[in-house]
């Protein structure tokens, strides 16, 4: 794989889309209560502006990917950067609640095409001795999409209209635009392939019935009838992808990647860290507000300490990862994470601003080493026809991974405090003794860094088998020298 000229520029340009991307995915939720004034609509409703963006994204990620490795990755990104601009647009004109959530969905379908092809291009355009530091790079852009999302939502509604919320988009998706135009190369798009509708379709529900049962059923509780239901669907459709990808000659995704164990391992220690990460985000904002009595700008700011740090440190580890590889650097970085956890559960109503910062910068620095050495063991470890549909399969791991630890850590943590209280609560969790919210709390972080510590040992694991096979496949090189001799 050959250097482009133009490597860091074509970062640039896909780090506007990947910035835009996650800020966007964040921004709107500082202003649901807004819009539910200025719409004149209710909370049940406005909450599917964020629902329909979250859900879109995740559910057509792979099968953008895998279109871009069929007619090409630029044509694709640039393609959805442009319908992502021009929602934005049609978002901030929206006239009812309806048309926004409408347009919040080709927003989402614009994002899809640009977050399943940002990585792959960044790994066409580097070096493998520069993939981790351009990688640590692009997740430290996520990293700040993710801090600057309800910072910058908050600043626009106090000065302007809701609608600048997506007017802002509108000037680095042009930038963004003309800087791809310019400096993405074009990449040979495979011939004589046919895209696979039948495995996106079932894909495509499968996605969307586990999605949909997750979030809902934190409305309606696990229990509910429908999300059995729909949880069932889910497993059926999943499985009947399966089936389909075995039977088509141009399948959507490769099931023969999956028999790389390695591959099996970066991907599940991946889902495994982001459902940790999303179950931090749910549970500290309580801890700070309702738990220790902060205001909500003093919140903010304490949470963003998290994601800072992680940017910071993505590049630096990335870096670091191109040098001495990428498994023992992103190993290092699940060990930090796991003491982030366990610092996290010893969290109390008498822990200062200091000690709290200190519990919390562990579990930031643990994130951000190991993202990025991880993403680039996934990214170079498949063929580059295979670069695309990986690319939207890391993303699509990190929406799923999300989705499902908002759902599964604050019932984690609901199912905690009552079990210290010895019973439901009236009112619900956040009316319960603070005693005993701390107490479920701590419980909850102790579980997190038990399901992190299982993704250390995972990773470990595949770090001794990359270490074996090397060595084999030096000794095997070695034979075959002393033969030609």
């Known amino acids: 794989m050959t250097t482009h000229p133009h490597k860091w520029r074509i970062l640039t340009a896909v780090g506007m889309g990947i910035f835009l991307a996650t800020i966007d995915g964040s921004i709107v939720n500082v202003a649901l209560p807004t819009l539910v004034r200025e719409?004149?609509?209710?909370f049940a409703t406005v909450q599917w502006i964020p629902l329909a963006y979250l859900l879109t994204l995740s559910t057509v990620l792979l099968s953008m990917g895998r279109l871009g490795d069929m007619i090409g990755k630029k044509r694709v990104y640039v393609s959805g950067f442009v319908l992502f601009t021009l929602s934005s647009m049609?978002?901030?004109?929206?006239?009812?609640?309806?048309?926004?959530?409408?347009?919040?969905?080709?927003?989402?379908?614009?994002?899809?095409?640009?977050?399943?092809l940002g990585i792959a291009i960044v790994t066409e355009a580097f070096p493998p001795a520069e993939r981790g530091k351009a990688l640590g790079v692009a997740g430290g852009l996520v990293s700040l999409g993710v801090v600057a999302g309800p910072t910058l939502g908050g600043l626009i509604l106090d000065a302007f209209s809701w609608r600048w919320i997506f007017f802002v988009n509108l000037p680095i998706g042009i930038l963004g635009i003309l800087m791809t135009l310019r400096y993405v190369p074009h990449t040979t798009a495979v011939r004589a392939q046919r895209f696979d509708y039948a495995g996106a379709a079932v894909l495509f529900g499968g996605l969307l019935a586990l999605l949909l049962a997750l979030t809902l059923g934190q409305q309606w509780g696990f229990a509910d009838r429908r999300i059995w239901l729909l949880s069932?669907?889910?497993a059926l459709l999943l499985v009947g992808f399966i089936i389909t990808e075995q039977r088509v000659t141009q399948p959507m995704i490769n099931l023969n990647l999956f028999r790389n164990e390695l591959f099996n391992i970066n991907l599940l220690t991946g889902l495994l860290t982001f459902i940790a990460v999303a179950g931090v985000f749910v549970l500290l904002p309580f801890y700070l507000e309702n738990m220790m009595g902060y205001g909500p700008r003093q919140v903010g700011l304490l949470i963003a300490a998290v994601p800072v740090l992680m940017g910071i440190t993505a590049p630096i580890s990335g870096a670091l990862s191109d040098r001495y590889g990428t498994r023992p650097i992103a190993t290092i970085g699940l060990a930090v994470l796991v003491a982030g956890y366990l610092a996290m559960s010893r969290l109390t109503l008498a822990t200062s601003l200091p000690v709290y910062v200190l519990a919390v910068l562990p579990f930031g620095a643990g994130m951000g080493i190991f993202q990025s050495p991880n993403n680039s063991a996934v990214m170079g470890s498949v063929p580059p026809p295979q670069l695309g549909v990986t690319s939207g399969l890391l993303a699509m791991t990190r929406n799923l991974g999300q989705t499902v630890g908002i759902a599964t850590m604050g019932t984690i943590w609901a199912g905690r405090v009552m079990a210290h209280v010895g019973g439901a609560v009236s009112g619900g969790v956040t009316a319960a003794p603070i005693t005993a919210q701390i107490a479920g709390l701590q419980d909850t972080f102790r579980i997190i860094a038990a399901l992190v510590s299982a993704a250390f040992f995972l990773s470990a694991y595949g770090m001794v088998k990359a270490g074996r096979e090397g060595r084999r496949k030096k000794e095997e090189g070695r034979e075959v020298k002393d033969e030609v001799v």
């Open 39 to 42: 719409l004149h609509t209710n």
């Open 90 to 116: 049609l978002c901030g004109l929206a006239p009812g609640v309806y048309w926004l959530i409408g347009f919040r969905v080709l927003q989402a379908i614009g994002a899809a095409m640009t977050q399943a």
């Open 232 to 234: 069932g669907m889910a």
